[in-house]
């Protein structure tokens, strides 16, 4: 049976996984090219990271669904404990990057390697982080949970508006993803490559 929170569970991760695929991509090319990044682009993507997975589909699975998983699948702790260490250090860590960000605009070429690594280890933390999701999370909660589990979860999850997973953007997010969808290049916007 099809649950419309796991739609938008794995149409989120898509997205979330797209942009964060794009930022090394942007930066490589940058370098390849010598020249610096646009770095409005990557301010706007750091801040969609921030503002949509990070504060509103990680708050849903900390707060609705581990804890449903953690009540129906009690050996599923261990994997639910370290999955909400991630979403407890997701924020410090997009903090981190975009000081970092900031670093590399304001003091220039000296920034650049640590940036570039401090996104390699981001993109890493969190591809594995939504891997681990789909993989041993997901499929335990299609199995365990009741019906009117998922109709909560449904209900909630409905409510998420991620413009990168088809649904219009909210007029105060309209500037972002035009910027986005604009300017970065391929898989997320429409931009060229230089």
């Given at each position: 049976m099809r649950h419309l929170a796991l739609d938008v569970i794995h149409e989120e991760h898509q997205a979330l996984a797209a942009m964060l695929r794009s930022l090394p991509m942007l930066l490589a090319q940058a370098r390849r090219e010598q020249v610096l990044p646009d770095f409005g682009v990557l301010?706007?993507?750091?801040f969609y990271v921030d503002e949509f997975p990070e504060?509103?589909?990680?708050?849903?699975?900390s707060e609705l669904l581990f804890p449903k998983l953690r009540e129906r699948v009690p050996a599923l702790g261990p994997v639910i404990d370290r999955l909400d260490r991630d979403h407890e250090?997701?924020?410090?860590?997009?903090?981190?990057?975009?000081?970092?960000l900031l670093?590399?605009?304001?003091m220039g070429e000296p920034r650049r390697a640590e940036f570039e690594a401090a996104v390699d280890r981001y993109v890493r933390f969190y591809?594995?982080?939504?891997?681990?999701e789909e993989t041993e999370l997901l499929p335990a909660a299609q199995h365990a949970l009741s019906a009117a589990d998922w109709a909560d979860l449904d209900r909630a999850f409905a409510e998420n508006r991620?413009?990168?997973t088809g649904h219009e953007p909210a007029d105060e997010y309209r500037p972002l993803f035009s910027k986005i969808v604009m300017q970065a290049p391929a898989?997320?916007?429409l931009g060229t490559a230089h």
């Open positions: 301010r706007a993507m750091l504060r509103l589909h990680h708050t849903k699975e250090q997701g924020e410090h860590a997009i903090r981190e990057l975009e000081h970092g670093a590399f605009e304001v591809l594995e982080h939504m891997a681990i991620d413009p990168l898989p997320i916007g």
